[in-house]
């Protein structure tokens, strides 16, 4: 992952996620394709922790669009909060298995798994947006505890250390709830 953020990308990302999330939630996917677009196939997926991401990312560049589309995306969520948080605990325990089998290469392989660090604890940080969501309404207790106990592991081979994105995304990632994205692992 680039260090610096394309607000740009970010912003087609939001649009292009928001646009489809309405038909998104009629579905049982929880990875969702979405139509063509500018992007090509640098476009991903739709999953609710990547729309939150890409609101994130668009917000750290001081993008004036972001407002309006989190008022959309609460908008959509109020209407639709059931299917809303179904899909939200489905990609919650997706990305909490993408973190753990991270930290299993991480365990066989420490060189390598060091060097995709950066890029996949955006596993880990999507699943902590997905659980803020679930525990504004009072569930996600069994997915926290479980992003706890990869937490714990993570520690066993974690050095603190810089920033491993973008610095605009410090101020709304802030070390004492993020302390994974200011460091890196041992290789």
């Known amino acids: 992952m680039p260090k610096a953020i394309d607000a740009n990308f970010e912003l087609t990302v939001a649009r292009s996620m928001l646009a489809e999330l309405e038909d998104y939630l009629k579905s049982d996917l929880t990875y969702w394709q979405t139509a063509p677009n500018a992007l090509g196939d640098r476009m991903p997926q ?13 917000e750290a560049t001081g993008a004036s669009d972001v407002p309006p589309m989190r008022a959309a995306l609460q908008s959509i969520q109020a209407r639709r909060l059931d299917r809303v948080l179904v899909h939200i605990e489905h990609e919650a325990r997706s990305r909490l298995n993408s973190w ?29 947006l997905l659980l803020n969501e679930l525990e504004r309404e009072s569930r996600g207790q069994t997915e926290r505890r479980r992003a706890e106990a990869l937490d714990e592991r993570l520690r066993q081979v974690f050095v603190p250390g810089a920033f491993v994105w973008d610095e605009r995304l410090k101020p709304f990632l802030p070390e004492d709830q993020f302390w994974w994205l200011y460091g890196k692992v041992r290789s």
């Open 100 to 128: 753990a089998w991270y930290l299993d290469d991480q365990a066989r392989n420490p060189e390598e798994a060091a060097s995709h660090y950066p890029n996949e604890v955006r596993a880990r940080l999507k699943a902590e």
């Open 46 to 58: 739709l999953t609710i922790g990547g729309l939150l991401e890409s609101l994130l990312r668009a």
